[in-house]
């Protein structure tokens, strides 16, 4: 369990992280080899470099975890110093059930459209949430302009929102516009659907399809960079609101 955002690492069973010792002038073989043709993942540790994931086995010792090419492609932009956090992001239980529930909610939520893409819903499930996030948007624009026409805004501009309403990016552009300091906020509803597996990882291990891989890798790992912004601005707050009018 991760103190912070809150969220619980799962990892299969058979998965082990090696740091091999390394020749003077020489990679660790056949590790880099491995890596370097995308069959695991290579990280920093002490001065050296460490691998992940790898299934001991007899005789050499080791081996790349079989079919975790789609993933390890979803991380092939990464930066050394940001392949830790998208291991991480492979390890979060997204569905965990906790006895008290952390400030964030921990779930990772993917677009309608994909979630049809990928047979998790069908046409009908996809339409129905579609609709129900324009319902909510209708029902910000409302609240906006309800809230605007009570902090004073000219009727050329209450007029311009009402004539906007349905339109969600010029409605927000024409948000932007009022008066940051009376300005309520405004939120675009979104078509998602809560992705009901467990972690990525064990997605992989109970045979996911390999399209699904690296796009669900990636989208677990920009959530997760999310959650710890979120954590993180919320931690600011938190220490804003107990020393920051201390003398």
Do not use: C
Request: no cysteine; charged share 20%; hydrophobic share 45%.
């Amino acid at each position: 369990m991760m103190e912070s955002p809150g969220w619980l690492l799962r990892t299969p069973p058979t998965w082990l992280a090696h740091a091999p010792a390394r020749a003077a002038g020489q990679p660790p073989e056949p590790f880099s080899a491995w890596a370097a043709n995308g069959r695991l993942l290579a990280f920093p540790y002490l001065g050296r470099q460490a691998f992940w994931p790898l299934l001991p086995t007899p005789g050499f010792g080791w081996q790349p975890v079989p079919g975790f090419e789609p993933v390890a492609a979803a991380a092939a932009t990464l930066r050394p110093d940001q392949v830790l956090g998208f291991i991480e992001a492979l390890l979060i239980d997204w569905n965990h059930t906790f006895a008290e529930e952390p400030s964030l909610r921990i779930a990772l939520d993917l677009p309608a459209d994909k979630a049809r893409r990928f047979d998790f819903i069908t046409a009908k499930e996809q339409h129905r949430i579609m609709a129900e996030a324009r319902a909510i948007t209708l029902e910000n624009m409302d609240r906006f302009i309800d809230r605007v026409a009570d902090t004073g805004a000219s009727e050329i501009y209450l007029q311009r929102l009402k004539e906007t309403r349905g339109n969600a990016r010029e409605f927000h552009r024409l948000t932007l516009k009022y008066n940051e300091h009376k300005r309520p906020t405004f939120g675009v509803g979104r078509a998602t659907w809560r992705w009901p597996g467990r972690t990525v990882a064990a997605g992989l291990v109970a045979g996911a399809p390999p399209d699904l891989l690296p796009w669900l890798a990636a989208a677990a790992h920009r959530h997760s960079t999310l959650l710890l912004e979120q954590a993180m601005q919320a931690a600011w707050h938190r220490a804003f609101d107990q020393y920051g009018f201390r003398m």
